[in-house]
């Protein structure tokens, strides 16, 4: 089982901390269609779906037969609201639905597996013992994880004791913090780098264990 280690805030070692091998040293080369299929399905359970054209019963007019039925040398038309017509509906047009669609749980956890196991095989995984902020500081935020931890950007998963460290980072763009239980596959691709604390390191550790 791999084994990783355990930071302070200033990224010293304190200890380490043994992964499950089902969840952080899985073949993540051979998952990469589940990580998809994962990741569409979440992007499109953000569509709104709300696009409409108008049909044969909702454009307006063309009620009166436009022309005589015969001598004209034209088609027979009944109504000016014909999808051929200028002014007429929209052929086949979009109606609004629902985009949403679901991926079997065992898909999404393997998905996540995956990509976590990928994470860490490069070394863009880091645990950290805890930010332990006990104020709201930005600006401390900011130094901390740009210049102690050399990171430009990265996605930073934490526990209920981080509040006051997730509120000083909220505004900074490079940086998107979460509690473990709203970690999701779309974030976690978005970054190149992870960085969590030991209380979510564990938490994941054991859920993902199928």
Do not use: C
């Not at 269609?33 to 696009?51: D, I, K, L």
């Not at 004209?72 to 038309?77: F, I």
């Amino acid at each position: 089982m791999p084994v990783i280690d355990v930071f302070d805030r200033d990224k010293k070692k304190v200890g380490d901390i043994t992964l499950h091998d089902e969840v952080f040293a899985v073949n993540w080369q051979e998952r990469q269609v589940p990580v998809y299929e994962v990741v569409r399905m979440q992007t499109a359970g953000w569509r709104s779906g709300t696009h409409a054209t108008k049909t044969v019963s909702t454009v307006s007019g063309g009620n009166s037969k436009p022309f005589r039925q015969k001598g004209t040398g034209r088609a027979r038309r009944g109504t000016m609201r014909a999808g051929i017509m200028r002014g007429g509906y929209v052929i086949l047009g979009p109606q609004p639905r629902d985009y949403s669609y679901t991926v079997p749980a065992k898909k999404r956890r393997l998905a996540m597996k995956a990509v976590l196991s990928e994470r860490l095989e490069k070394g863009s995984l880091f645990v950290i013992k805890g930010f332990d902020f006990d104020t709201v500081k930005t600006r401390e935020a900011k130094s901390l994880l740009k210049k102690t931890w050399d990171l430009s950007e990265a996605i930073i998963i934490t526990g209920d004791r981080e509040e006051k460290f997730a509120l000083s980072v909220r505004n900074i763009p490079e940086y998107l913090v979460l509690h473990f239980s709203q970690v999701n596959l779309y974030d976690i691709m978005a970054y190149k780098t992870i960085l969590m604390t030991e209380e979510a390191a564990k938490y994941i550790n054991e859920v993902y264990v199928s």
